[in-house]
Every structure is written in structure tokens, then in C-alpha cells.
């Protein structure tokens, strides 16, 4: 329709000269503020869109409280990849991406999630509607493939901005949270049998945790056998046990392992053998007694639905970061539910800010059956946190407060920040 056929439509005619319309019918000029009232119109208003401006990375490394060994890579330090975007309206959304023991855990290494960011994902990101959480999301997997973990990064800041200038916590937009706080499991990987006892005893008299997970498949199947058993008879009931492979048993190591750990009076073993080898796991998770959970098996939920369909595990240990993001593992969770599996709130170990980050999601879940391990924070020697996520009475509690919950300390960001200036030792300091 041509311009004069819509004011006629309408009713009303411009005149060529005053550019103020005439009403045809009734022949008498009509003012601007009339012809909107006549129109229905509302006053134009520019409704400003929040766009996204920035996204900044960097690495922080963050010494571990003690060498935490496992079978792939014993880690000194942790590395975080943290992610903060600045939207037009000023406000700000924080993220996080971990990986375990450099490229030895996964395909992705701190180095390349940060670099997936800045060269891929951040400039495709740039300009958008800050508030298309689910747009960003399609789109970061138009422009790259895999790289869960630093999708998984940007995604929780684009969440985290979003609560944040709603008003509205993570846990929120996900639906509501159903928990306030969580079972928490603590990994014992001291390497040494006395001192993993140790620190579970003291762990269990100080309310921390009574669920231990114990790394193993470093040494003889034997010989990780026996170091389970002395554990679980020195806890006695008091504590839940359970172990991580970490994929390194062959089938026939595993079809050894699981029945002599079950006798040892493990609850769970985790990714016994290889992520890919599902008819492996299929095999082990129909024979045993002993839950078969999947971790490194689950990159998002076209694996949870390949590993459940072959019936390849007991239990999903959901992980955040390994699935993609909060979206992609709410769908794993889903997965896992429709299939009647039992659910765990899984972590890379990472620090406080995307340990909320999973907190929210996980706060929404019906039911973790296997609870959770989202100590990452209390590995470290150092909490980037402005206020720690709370851990006691063997729950970690679910952060409130709108997005993720979570502020950074500037001065440990400063202090642990790969590229700082290098420090310049002073004479008498
Ligand atoms: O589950 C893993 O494989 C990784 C991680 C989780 C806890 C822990 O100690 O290591
Ligand atoms: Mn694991």
C-alpha cells in the first residue's frame, strides 16, 4: 500500500504545504496530538534495546590446597577462565570456563577457551540484544563447533547479566529454584591412603562431608581395590563411597574392578572405561550391582540421549560446563529424568563464580538423587569471591541474590590474574 493510499485508509490527507492532515469527512484541520488520539496511537516513544558492548577474558591460576591427583594429570593450580560482559545499559554479567590438568582431561584447554572466546564467540556476540539469552546461545553454535566450555562461559554471564537487570536470581529464570541447598560431595585424591582417611575424618567431624568421591585407575586394579577398601572400613557407615576411573580401565580391567569394589563397599563408579566406549558401559551397568554413573560421556544432551537410549549408565553426572552451558544441561537433565536414570550435580572444579552458576541450575532439578560435588571453591587456596558460597551441615547453600548470586574480589582477580604486571620485590618489604 503506497503512503497516500494508507492516509486515505486511515481517514486522513497530508497537505502539501503545512504538512498537518485534514479530515476528510468533517473538513477541519486536526493537530498532531489529535491525529495520534484518532490513530490510537501511542506517543512515539525510542524503545532503546540493551545490547551486548564488551566481552573480556582472562585467566586466573589459582593454587590447589594440596597436589590433587588424578589418573590423567595430578593438578598444582587450577585455571578459570572467567568472562565478563558489559551491556549497553551499563549493566554487567560474570562467567566462568574450567577444564582439569591442561589438555588432559578433555579437548579443550584454559588457553583455547579463552581463545575461542575473544577470536570466535565474542565477535559474533557483539551488538546483540543482550536479553536473547536463547538467541546467543543458537548462535554460538552456528559459528563454532564443540567447545562446550567456553560457550558454557559466555552463555552463564549472558544469564547472569539477564537476572541481574530483572532483578531476578538465575534459579528464576530457570523456572524457580525448588532447593535451597544441596548434599555436597568432597573428592579425596591426596594420592595416600593415611592422608585421604585423614581428611575424611576431619571433613566428617567438621559437618563439611560425608560423600567421598576417591580418584583412582592410576594404579593396579588391585592395588586401587584395596585403597578403597581400607577407606570404607576406616569411614565405616558414616560415610558414602564411591570412585572415578576417570576412563582409564580397559572392559575386562572394569568387569575385574566393579564387582571387587561393590565388595568393598563402593556405592558408585565413574566413567569406568573410555567416554566412547558405550556398549562397554552398557555391559558393566547391566551386570553389576554397583551404579555405573557417565561423565566424560556426556557432551550435551545428544550424548545423554545416545548413553541413555543404550542404556550405557545408572546415573548422569551433570556437569555445566561439559554440557555446553545451563540450557544445554537442564536438557541433559530432562534426558536423564525421561529415562528414569539417577541425576549428580558434577563439576570441573571450578571456582565460586560458575560453582553459582551450576548452584542455580541445579537448585531447579527435582531431584539429585546422588547429590552433588560442587566443592570446586574449597579446593583452591584462595576464594575470588567477594562473599564464599556458604558450605556446612554437609550442604553447600544455594546463593540468592539476582543472576548467578556471585560478586568477584577485585584484589584476588588482580592477584591471580595470568597477565598481571610482574611484582617488583622492594628492598625492606
Ligand atoms: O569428575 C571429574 O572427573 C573431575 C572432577 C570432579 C571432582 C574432582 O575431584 O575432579
Ligand atoms: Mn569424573
Redesign the pocket.
Known amino acids: 500500500m503506497t503512503t497516500r493510499a494508507a492516509a486515505h485508509r486511515t481517514g486522513l490527507r497530508r497537505t502539501a504545504r503545512q504538512g498537518i492532515a485534514r479530515d476528510p469527512a468533517h473538513h477541519r484541520q486536526i493537530t498532531p496530538l489529535a491525529r495520534m488520539v484518532r490513530l490510537n496511537a501511542k506517543p512515539r516513544t525510542v524503545t532503546q534495546v540493551t545490547t551486548i558492548d564488551r566481552i573480556d577474558t582472562l585467566i586466573l591460576d589459582i593454587p590447589t590446597i594440596r597436589g590433587?591427583v588424578?589418573s590423567m594429570a595430578t593438578m598444582r593450580t587450577q585455571a578459570a577462565v572467567l568472562v565478563r560482559i558489559r551491556f549497553s545499559d551499563g549493566s554487567e554479567g560474570l562467567g566462568e570456563g574450567t577444564t582439569?590438568g591442561g589438555l588432559s582431561?578433555g579437548p579443550e584447554s584454559p588457553e583455547s577457551i579463552r581463545s575461542a572466546i575473544d577470536t570466535y564467540l565474542a565477535p559474533a556476540l557483539i551488538g546483540r540484544a543482550a536479553d536473547d539469552v536463547n538467541g546467543g546461545v543458537q548462535l554460538m553454535d552456528h559459528v563454532a563447533r564443540g567447545n562446550r566450555i567456553a560457550k558454557t562461559a559466555v552463555e552463564i554471564a549472558l544469564w547472569d547479566g539477564l537476572g541481574k537487570r530483572l532483578g531476578v536470581s538465575v534459579a528464576q529464570l530457570f523456572g524457580g529454584a525448588v532447593h535451597t541447598r544441596l548434599p555436597v560431595a568432597w573428592?579425596l585424591?591426596s594420592g595416600n591412603s593415611d592422608t585421604d582417611i585423614a581428611e575424611a575424618e576431619q571433613m566428617i567431624a567438621t559437618g563439611r562431608h560425608r560423600i567421598f568421591?576417591l580418584?583412582i585407575g592410576k594404579r593396579a586394579v588391585a592395588d586401587d581395590v584395596a585403597h578403597v577398601a581400607r577407606i570404607k572400613s576406616a569411614l565405616g557407615d558414616a560415610a558414602s563411597i564411591r570412585v572415578?576411573v576417570?576412563q582409564t580401565w580397559t572392559l575386562t580391567e572394569a568387569r575385574r574392578g566393579l564387582p571387587a569394589l561393590q565388595d568393598a563397599g563402593c556405592e558408585l563408579v565413574?566413567?569406568p572405561v573410555a567416554a566412547r566406549y558405550l556398549g562397554a558401559m552398557a555391559e558393566l551397568t547391566r551386570s553389576h550391582a554397583i551404579a555405573v554413573m557417565a561423565?566424560?560421556a556426556l557432551g550435551g544432551p545428544e550424548d545423554a540421549l545416545a548413553v541413555a537410549a543404550k542404556g550405557a549408565a545408572d546415573v548422569f553426572?551433570v556437569k555445566i560446563a561439559q554440557s555446553g552451558g545451563l540450557k544445554r544441561a537442564a536438557e541433559v537433565v530432562a534426558i536423564g529424568q525421561a529415562a528414569g536414570l539417577g541425576l549428580y550435580g558434577?563439576?570441573?572444579?571450578e571456582t565460586g563464580l560458575s560453582t553459582a552458576a551450576a548452584l542455580q541450575l541445579f537448585a531447579t532439578v527435582e531431584r539429585l538423587d546422588w547429590g552433588t560435588?560442587l566443592f570446586g571453591p574449597l579446593?583452591l587456596t584462595a576464594d575470588i569471591l567477594a562473599q564464599p558460597i556458604i558450605y556446612r551441615d554437609f550442604h553447600v547453600e544455594v546463593p540468592t541474590g539476582p543472576g548467578i548470586g556471585a560478586t568477584l574480589d577485585p584484589y584476588k582477580i588482580e592477584f591471580y590474574r595470568r597477565d598481571r604486571a610482574p611484582r617488583i620485590a622492594v628492598a625492606g618489604e
Not at 346 to 349: A, D, E, P
Open positions: 590433587h588424578l582439569i582431561y573428592t585424591a568421591k580418584k572415578d576417570n565413574e566413567q561423565d566424560e553426572a558434577g563439576t570441573m572444579l560435588e579446593l
